[in-house]
C-alpha cells in the first residue's frame, strides 16, 4: 500500500521512533502524542480497521501490547495506561491501517474518555444484546 504511512514506516521508507518489531508486529512512537509515552502497536499486514483484522493477527497485536505496557509504564512512571482503537472516521480513525494505541495515563492529565455517559433503560440494553446475540449466530 504505497499511499500508506503505517506501510511506509513498516518498509522503513518513513522515518518512526521503533520501540518494537517482530514478524507480524511493530510498534513506534506516536508523531502527536496525547501523553506522554503514546505508543501505536500495528501489524505488519495492511488491513483497514477492527472489521478486516484477523483474529490471530489482532492476538499478536494484543500480546505485544501486553509485553510493551509494563516497560512503557516503567520508563514513563505513568499512573494508569488506556489502550484504543479508533475504526473508521466516525471512531476517530485517522490513519487506515489497524493499529492499537498504548497511552499512558498521569494523574489529572486533563484526557476525558469516553465522555457524556447515561445509565441505560434495561429494555434497551436487552433488545441491543438480543440483536447482536443473533446477527453473531446468522
Ligand atoms: P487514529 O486516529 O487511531 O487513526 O490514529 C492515528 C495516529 O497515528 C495518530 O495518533 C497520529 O498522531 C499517528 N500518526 C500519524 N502519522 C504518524 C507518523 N508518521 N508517525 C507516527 N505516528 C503517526
Ligand atoms: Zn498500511
Known amino acids: ?7 511506509q514506516i513498516i518498509a522503513h521508507k518513513a522515518p518512526a521512533e521503533f520501540v518494537y518489531e517482530d514478524d ?3 510498534a513506534f512512537m506516536d508523531i502527536y502524542p ?3 509515552g503514546h505508543c501505536l502497536i500495528v501489524p505488519r499486514q495492511h488491513v483497514r480497521n477492527l472489521y478486516d483484522v484477523a483474529p490471530d493477527v489482532a492476538a499478536a497485536v494484543m500480546a505485544v501490547a501486553v509485553r510493551l505496557a509494563p516497560a512503557l509504564r516503567d520508563v514513563t512512571r505513568a499512573d494508569g495506561m ?3 482503537q479508533s475504526s473508521e472516521s466516525a471512531a476517530g480513525q485517522v490513519v487506515f491501517h489497524f493499529h492499537m494505541h498504548l497511552l499512558p495515563r498521569y ?3 486533563g484526557l476525558h474518555v469516553p465522555g457524556n ?6 429494555a434497551e440494553l436487552n433488545g441491543l444484546a438480543t440483536d447482536v446475540r443473533q446477527r453473531l449466530m446468522a
Open 1 to 7: 500500500m504505497d499511499d500508506c504511512i503505517f506501510c
Open 24 to 26: 507480524h508486529v511493530v
Open 34 to 36: 496525547a501523553t506522554r
Open 82 to 84: 488506556n489502550l484504543w
Open 107 to 109: 494523574a489529572g492529565d
Open 117 to 122: 455517559r447515561r445509565r441505560a433503560a434495561p
